[in-house]
């Protein structure tokens, strides 16, 4: 004879409910927008002067679980040159939330000089476009199970190059979810 208990019902039927809400649940893409750019220093490289910089980024976990993510660097790119990097060290972030982010940035002017009309025409426009590209590597924890992710980032900015203003910018992140 079988014996039937509501507890082991109840619990089994939260449990099912829980683990389907889990697996259909599909993540969204988090979002990032460059607040601004603020110079920090110069340092001298003769002939040239490099630009050290902070960029402020706002970034968005649309998700229902937290994330940790490890450190990387994000590439500057200016008339399809390397003009600098900044660093994204690692770090987590709750749940449906929003933080601010100061990634230490250095420009290189050498890089920067190889374009000089270009720059030039841009300063006297008062519109310089960069372009930015990272990948960011980490892991989503669901419970005790933790998702393996990564997410590419394509930044393309319009900025003042006089007072680095950010005057126009699009962002594109396509994240893949290892499922392992």
């Not at 998700?63 to 500057?76: F, G, K, L, R």
């Not at 399809?80 to 994204?88: Q, Y």
């Not at 006297?124 to 590597?137: G, K, N, S």
């Amino acid at each position: 004879m079988v014996h039937w208990s509501w507890t082991s019902a109840v619990i089994g039927a939260a449990t099912a409910a829980t683990t389907a809400a889990l697996i259909s649940a599909k993540p969204k893409d988090p979002t990032f927008h460059l607040v601004s750019i603020n110079i920090t220093s110069f340092k001298l490289s003769l002939p040239f002067i490099d630009a050290e910089v902070i960029l402020t980024v706002h970034v968005t976990n649309p998700n229902a679980v937290p994330i940790h993510y490890s450190s990387t660097e994000m590439s500057i790119f200016y008339a399809g040159s390397l003009l600098g990097s900044a660093r994204v060290s690692a770090g987590s972030q709750p749940p449906r939330s929003c933080q601010m982010l100061h990634l230490p940035a250095r420009l290189n002017s050498v890089e920067l000089a190889h374009h000089a009309v270009q720059f030039l025409a841009d300063v006297r426009r008062r519109e310089m476009v960069l372009d930015a590209t990272v990948d960011i590597e980490g892991v989503a924890r669901v419970v005790w199970w933790g998702h393996r992710f990564k997410v590419h980032v394509e930044s393309h900015v319009t900025v003042d190059p006089v007072f680095l203003d950010v005057i126009d910018q699009e962002n594109k992140s396509d994240m893949e979810l290892f499922v392992t």
